[in-house]
């Protein structure tokens, strides 16, 4: 499986974004989607994932103002990112499993290469 995310750059804050990560290899609805962070100096970190049942988490970071979201057709996964806040500049990343174990990246076996979010103040 591949996985290529796209649709990071540099916003304000406040602003919005939109990231997309194409899927090849790997039908997205029978498999576990997710999104992680990791800005410098930290640990790679959840950011929302989506199930099998369609059924979506999030991290208490960006809960109520993110929205992870697939589309079958297209084998992408998706993540909305509004009232962007400076402590979201970091590079995003898509992951994906076979089931979902938690939140914990080690869950996720197959990962994208990033794409970096900057939101400047």
């Known amino acids: 499986v591949q996985l290529q995310a796209s649709g990071g750059g540099l916003v304000q804050a406040g602003g919005s974004l939109r990231l997309s990560c194409a899927v090849f290899?790997?039908?997205?609805?029978?498999?576990?989607m997710g999104w992680f962070r990791q800005a410098p100096g930290k640990e790679r970190e959840f950011v929302a994932a989506?199930?099998?049942?369609?059924?979506?988490f999030y991290a208490d970071s960006v809960k109520g103002r993110s929205t992870i979201s697939r589309d079958n057709s297209k084998d992408t996964l998706y993540l909305q990112l509004n009232s962007l806040k400076a402590e979201d500049t970091a590079i995003y990343y898509c992951?994906?499993?076979?089931?979902?174990?938690?939140?914990?990246?080690?869950?996720?076996?197959?990962w994208g290469q990033g794409t970096q979010v900057t939101v400047s103040s």
């Open positions: 290899g790997r039908t997205v609805r029978n498999y576990v």
């Open positions: 992951a994906t499993d076979a089931f979902y174990s938690g939140s914990d990246p080690v869950n996720f076996a197959s």
């Open positions: 989506i199930n099998l049942s369609g059924n979506t």
